[in-house]
């Protein structure tokens, strides 16, 4: 079993099992003692035309054509073998904790109900190979009838859902705790003083280390834009501010400290000239406590003595009480 993210195709290696009673083929085991079965190559004797409805495969038979085995009694045995290529939607939401359900969607392509009855047998696991990514939690199925508008009969068909689970294990240690430990970095860059030059490098340094991720993430993930993964370091609101580093703050990617660290290290590095005689606004980065970190504020710097509210870039700026001039 294997599972394309990228194309979503689902590719298992199964053995169909399939059997049903002709009546022309029987024969009396007095008149030809010794002669308990019969092997018929595939195209001499009647088979049903059973496909994969939802294949990806090219040829889209992907089956391998065996002989019929037949009894005195007419029972006719067919078990060819075949590596199938599904179609199956994967939602990548949850990754790398997702479960996926893939469907295997088999039926007659020209024989209706009325010619051909299928009825469903449970699937055998029990020569499943374990499979390094993921875990097979189950192969339930279910006997469908569908009615098209050509016909008046109905077209059954047989179902079964492969459920899977994504195995964590490879996913966690070389994807989530990088990245925690990562953006766990970038909560230390608030603690540097703001006339240390290692500030804007430690917050460089970190937002092209989630880039590196984020690259990572993008390629395992396929290009949809139904659900978007959790984990995915590109949020918008991510690159756009950071939780500061307090106790009650949210917790964040921290790829984009960077704007929030680069508007107050220029006064702690001006010197004298910024005494008494700053004209321009510095602004900092500050994040309100609401329900995501996307919504962000700008107050004027207390060192510079500003009390400015800009007009109309947001609704939840404050602003930050006047300041009395410092002493550099």
């Avoid at 053995?15 to 003692?33: A, V």
Wanted: aromatic content about 10%; proline content about 8%; overall charge negative.
């Amino acid at each position: 079993m294997d599972v394309d993210e990228k194309n979503q195709v689902l590719t298992t290696n199964i053995w169909l099992q399939m059997s049903w009673t002709d009546h022309y083929l029987q024969w009396n085991m007095s008149e030809y003692p010794g002669v308990k079965t019969v092997r018929f190559p595939d195209g001499q004797i009647w088979k049903p035309d059973i496909l994969l409805y939802n294949s990806a495969d090219e040829r889209f038979d992907a089956t391998f054509h065996t002989n019929v085995l037949v009894n005195s009694s007419g029972h006719c045995q067919y078990l060819p073998p075949g590596i199938f290529k599904s179609s199956c939607y994967i939602d990548v939401r949850w990754f790398p904790f997702d479960v996926q359900q893939c469907k295997l969607k088999f039926g007659s392509w020209s024989y209706g109900g009325w010619s051909l009855d299928l009825q469903m047998q449970e699937a055998d696991i029990s020569g499943y190979i374990p499979n390094g990514e993921w875990d097979l939690v189950g192969i339930p199925g279910k006997r469908n009838e569908k009615f098209y508008e050509c016909c008046k009969e109905p077209y059954p068909d047989v179902t079964f859902t492969v459920t899977i689970r994504r195995r964590t294990l490879y996913y966690g240690l070389n994807l989530l705790i990088p990245c925690v430990l990562i953006s766990a970095l970038a909560l230390l860059v608030f603690l540097l003083p703001a006339d240390s030059g290692e500030k804007i490098s430690l917050g460089i340094t970190v937002l092209l280390s989630l880039t590196v991720f984020m690259l990572l993430v993008a390629e395992i993930m396929p290009a949809t834009s139904d659900s978007v993964p959790l984990i995915d370091p590109s949020h918008p609101s991510e690159l756009v501010c950071l939780v500061p580093a307090h106790e009650e703050a949210w917790g964040g990617q921290g790829a984009a400290s960077l704007p929030a660290q680069a508007a107050p290290l220029q006064p702690g590095q001006c010197g004298d000239e910024c005494r008494g005689g700053a004209t321009g606004h510095q602004w900092q980065l500050v994040v309100h406590r609401l329900p995501w970190p996307g919504w962000c504020a700008l107050r004027a710097h207390p060192r510079l003595g500003g009390r400015v509210r800009p007009p109309g870039l947001l609704t939840h700026a404050r602003r930050a009480p006047a300041a009395r001039r410092a002493t550099l």
